[in-house]
């Protein structure tokens, strides 16, 4: 198992950026491919980006694709997630979350950090 830890959402103007951060436990991080969803209130948790176990493979959602970017440092058990040109309807809760493949659906990750929350103002 894996324990994560969110951080660096905060308050934004539109067209901002924030760097969110993810930080795990345990010696078998890079085991896994790690992946970013937000939950917006009263919507779906829905995917936003996922990275493969060595950082060579990289998918997006339509939603963010171009403006963000995710990176991850085995090194450092962290995961990343560079937001550009944030717009309001990015603003949700961003959840970081582990699974033993690239998956896109929810479903498929086994680990959750506790979220941290992204508002952007327009």
């Known amino acids: 198992q894996v ?25 078998t991080f890079s085991w896994y491919a790690m992946g970013w969803f937000r939950q917006a209130p009263g919507k779906e948790r829905e995917f ?9 493979d990289t998918y997006y ?26 717009k309001p309807e990015d603003t949700a809760v961003y959840y970081c979350s582990a699974a033993p493949k690239v998956a896109f659906s929810k479903d498929e990750y086994f680990s959750w950090g506790q979220g941290t929350q992204v508002t952007v103002s327009s």
């Open 61 to 86: 959602a339509d939603s963010v694709k171009g403006r963000f970017t995710i990176s991850r440092d085995n090194a450092k058990n962290a995961v990343y997630l560079q937001m550009n040109s944030l």
């Open 3 to 27: 324990q994560l830890v969110e951080s660096g959402g905060g308050l934004v103007q539109a067209g901002g950026s924030l760097r969110l951060s993810c930080a795990a436990s345990g010696r």
């Open 48 to 56: 936003v980006a996922v990275i493969s176990m060595n950082g060579a």
